[in-house]
């Protein structure tokens, strides 16, 4: 199969998994909220900032050392399943000793079991991740999808149906664990590769020279993250950081529906072309085209329909969370300009310019949410937008180091989906005002989608026929193949 097409086929799968993974998600997240609340929600958060730091350990980049490796050998593979599962076992025995500790200093009782519950994952996970890295060299994005889907769909139920039967935070406890154990025991049954009793020490120090950047990087993004529910927590308690949480889910939910199934599929196809700058820059300034005509249209929605949205379905004490959600989905998209920043240059193997950036990154988000804190959680919103505002330059100046990028055709690759998303802004806001929010919710709510979705659509393909067209020519070719079906 040519490069070309397993691209292509790359991008469906890899988005038929964004699209299903964060479906499924974000409708059993929707139940949870409306079931637990902010107080509940904001306490299993602040346990998976804690959980999420010993993924990082876990991982320590070495999928993306063997997926970035050119030909890895047996013993490579075999090198990095003993370093994850022995890594994997530390950190659950650390969590298990330190979980009092955390519990103590955010004075939240309820997150020493929590903790010591969740950190059965990491028993658990890490012995698949090695065969991710086969299945993502392979760029076989269909197995990776059906397996990731049916596992957060199983994990899901499980949830939802302790949530409902009154078990509260152990709803979310238990989602999690469920969806990585299927998981990886999903990933096992289809790869059929087997570890070796075997360790090279030149073959780890070789995967390591790498990976040890992309633990750098990911110990950044986790900072730039996850600080942020840590230090409101600690500032502002666990109701601020559900509230936070919901806002920041939300909007990383919907966008990365449009970002996550293309940006898996860049990596190695940056990789291929990494010799050749100029046509890095033309896959760059594509991918920041295609994505933005999604961002900015989900932008649109998330400004005008978000109050009404959340007050009707989750209630008042979701309520103040709308502002602050608003003010993530700004900073956010503002920031998402150079979403694939980390991504070109991992693909030019410059994994030490990721770090220095998300360095810089991480120390911006701390200040500016410890600053936002002492005033309240409002202002952590602000912070978000200012901190995207100071990091453009920067995220530019990585950039434009390894790959030749103009601004002005940058800005001509984003001034159209821009105005798409105008548009969609103007015309759902009209919307929302000429018609009645009396009637039925669903009734209200359907209206003004079909409004959005099809203003989208017009405004695409008169400004942005390019992005639109592949997606419109799937409709004649999905109706002919469901006909033939039939008619066989």
Not at 63 to 78: I, N, Y
Not at 87 to 102: K, N, Q, R, Y
Not at 431 to 445: I, K
Request: some cysteine.
């Amino acid at each position: 199969m040519g490069r070309e097409k397993k691209v292509r086929q790359g991008v469906a799968w890899s988005f038929a998994e964004s699209m299903g993974v964060k479906m499924i998600s974000t409708l059993a997240f929707f139940v949870l909220a409306k079931l637990l609340g902010a107080t509940q929600f904001g306490l299993v958060s602040i346990a998976y900032a804690f959980i999420d730091f010993g993924n990082i350990l876990v991982e320590q980049g070495m999928v993306s050392a063997l997926v970035q490796k050119e030909k890895p050998e047996q013993s490579h593979l075999d090198t990095a399943f003993w370093i994850n599962i022995g890594l994997g076992a530390l950190v659950f025995l650390a969590v298990f000793l330190t979980a009092p500790v955390v519990a103590g200093i955010y004075e939240a009782p309820l997150l020493t079991p929590v903790l010591r519950t969740t950190a059965v994952v990491f028993l658990v996970g890490p012995s698949g991740l090695v065969h991710v890295a086969q299945l993502t060299r392979e760029m076989d994005f269909k197995a990776i999808a059906l397996i990731r889907i049916v596992g957060l769909a199983a994990g899901g139920a499980v949830g939802v149906g302790m949530a409902f039967l009154g078990h509260g935070v152990w709803a979310l406890v238990f989602q999690k664990i469920v969806f990585i154990s299927l998981s990886t025991g999903l990933f096992w049954l289809h790869t059929k590769w087997m570890p070796r009793l075997h360790f090279s020490k030149a073959h780890f120090r070789e995967l390591f020279s790498f990976s040890y950047n992309m633990l750098l990087n990911n110990f950044m993004i986790y900072f730039s993250r996850n600080s942020t529910s840590l230090i409101i927590g600690l500032f502002l308690g666990p109701q601020a950081v559900g509230l936070y949480s919901f806002g920041y889910k939300v909007f990383q939910s919907t966008i990365e529906i449009a970002n996550m199934s293309v940006n898996k599929v860049m990596l190695p196809l940056f990789a291929s072309v990494q010799g050749n700058k100029e046509r890095l820059a033309e896959y760059f300034y594509k991918a920041v085209k295609s994505t933005f005509v999604v961002v900015f249209s989900l932008l649109a929605l998330i400004m005008v329909l978000s109050r009404e949205a959340i007050t009707r379905f989750f209630g008042q004490g979701w309520g103040p969370g709308t502002d602050l959600l608003n003010l993530i989905a700004v900073g956010g998209s503002v920031y998402m300009i150079f979403y694939y920043v980390n991504t070109v240059l991992v693909s030019v193997g410059r994994p030490d310019q990721v770090v220095r950036f998300n360095l810089v990154n991480g120390i911006l988000n701390v200040a500016l949410v410890g600053w936002a804190c002492q005033y309240g959680l409002i202002y952590v919103g602000y912070a978000a937008v200012l901190r995207s505002i100071v990091l453009l330059p920067v995220a530019y100046w990585f950039v434009n180091r390894v790959v030749p990028l103009s601004l002005h055709s940058l800005g001509s690759h984003l001034y159209r989906p821009f105005l798409v998303g105008l548009i969609a802004f103007l015309v759902l806001l009209a919307s929302t005002r000429l018609t009645l929010v009396s009637s039925p919710a669903w009734l209200w709510f359907a209206m003004q989608g079909a409004v959005w979705a099809g203003t989208v659509l017009a405004a695409s393909y008169w400004l942005v026929p390019s992005t639109i067209a592949p997606v419109l020519s799937w409709v004649p070719q999905l109706y002919v193949k469901l006909v033939g079906e039939r008619k066989d």
